[in-house]
């Protein structure tokens, strides 16, 4: 179906803050992550398993992750390192700009 649905939520990961709008569209969520405060590598393997087991419960296919850390006010170089070592292609996309995504099939 082409149904469309946004959540947008900020949350604690354990000492991090995320900024994150959740979006399904069809058979596919889409993550957009906006802002990380805090925490190291292992919050964003956390969510990854997290947001995982939800899109399975749902029905969902694939995961699409939206990152938005080349382009926040901030810039993490070790972030961004990590993305690209987890296989996040780094690309001008036309809705959102220059960010960091990944499909993840369930």
């Given at each position: 179906?082409?149904?469309?649905?946004e959540v947008a939520t900020a949350f604690h990961i354990g000492s991090?803050?995320?900024?994150?709008?959740?979006e399904a569209r069809g058979r596919s969520l889409?993550?957009?992550?906006?802002?990380?405060d805090g925490g190291g590598e292992g919050v964003l393997l956390h969510l990854w398993k997290l947001v995982g087991?939800?899109?399975?419960?749902?029905?969902?296919?694939?995961?699409?992750w939206?990152?938005?850390?080349?382009?926040?006010?901030?810039?993490?170089?070790r972030l961004q390192?990590?993305?690209r070592a987890h296989a996040f292609d780094e690309i001008d996309d036309p809705e959102h700009g220059h960010i960091f995504t990944r499909t993840t099939e369930l």
């Open positions: 179906s082409g149904s469309r649905s991090a803050v995320m900024l994150a709008e959740f889409v993550v957009n992550l906006a802002q990380i087991r939800w899109a399975r419960r749902r029905g969902d296919t694939s995961i699409r939206n990152v938005f850390a080349a382009t926040c006010a901030d810039p993490n170089p390192a990590f993305l």
